[in-house]
């Protein structure tokens, strides 16, 4: 969310925020609420809870733990608290205040979640992935544009980030007995780079353009750990 920011607006961002001490059962936000600030989270653990029509108990919704946001979406969207944080450790997090974000992060950050939720919606694997799981993806990812004949992975080198293709087509090459063979091709929508990224292995094979214009989102091993979890099963049986 805030890694498009140019350099004089993070530390705009950087300074307007406090730090936070939570101790373990301290609510931090309550559903139905009004939101003025969002958090990041320094160290510890948090808990998301929410309460659907269906049960009288809150559902547990995820933990959040170092370097996660939450309670962007009232922010955002100015709307009510749309679940509940409570901390279930002692938590410190970094706190934004409404106006700040508004004024620096908001707009970026709900034209990025735009651009990339409809395309996120077309590719199958992330299918199983709540609308709200698919935002968060949208965030971290960066569009990277190549041209005919580039190659975005080269087999053998360490694998750091994970491709959903925007635009254009490429196929994979292996080296077999000395000899570049293709063993794959991509068309827009598919994705390639999870291998190196699920095994945390070298490259198995190298990714070239054979489409004139390229484009392709990209998202960082961290990320791909961190927000693609659920759908990890998927891409290994895949
Ligand atoms: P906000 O509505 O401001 O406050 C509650 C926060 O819970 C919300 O922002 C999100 O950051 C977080 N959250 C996590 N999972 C969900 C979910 N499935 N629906 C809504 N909010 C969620």
């Known amino acids: 969310m805030f890694s498009t920011l140019e350099k004089y607006d993070q530390d705009i961002v950087i300074t307007a925020m406090e730090i936070k001490t939570y ?34 108990e809150p559902k547990f919704l ?27 450790e002692e938590s410190v997090c970094f ?37 709200y799981e698919r935002e968060k993806i949208c965030d971290c990812l960066n569009t990277e544009y190549f041209k005919k004949d580039d190659l975005i992975i080269r087999e053998g080198e360490e694998g750091n980030k994970f491709y959903l293709i925007q635009a254009g087509t490429a196929i994979a090459l292996k080296n077999i007995s000395g000899k570049e063979e293709k063993v794959f091709e991509y068309k827009e929508n598919d994705y390639f780079g999870e291998l ?9 094979a190298t990714i070239k353009v054979t489409s004139e214009e390229f484009q ?20 290994k049986r895949n």
């Open 62 to 88: 995820k933990d959040y733990t170092s370097g996660e946001v939450f309670g962007e979406l009232a922010l955002m969207y100015n709307a009510p608290r749309a679940a509940s944080i409570e901390a279930i």
């Open 23 to 56: 101790q373990a059962g301290d609510s931090v936000i309550k559903e139905g609420d009004d939101g003025e600030e969002l958090f990041i989270v320094s160290t510890g653990k948090l808990r998301c809870t929410k309460i659907f029509p269906d049960s009288p």
């Open 216 to 235: 392709v989102a990209s998202i960082t091993k961290d990320s791909f750990k961190r927000l693609l979890g659920n759908v990890e099963e998927i891409l």
């Open 196 to 204: 190196a990224l699920l095994e945390g292995d070298k490259r198995k």
């Open 95 to 131: 706190s934004l205040d409404r106006d700040t974000f508004n004024h620096i992060v908001k707009t970026a950050a709900i034209e990025r979640r735009k651009k990339y939720d409809g395309f996120l919606q077309k590719i199958e694997i992330l299918s199983t992935l709540s609308p």
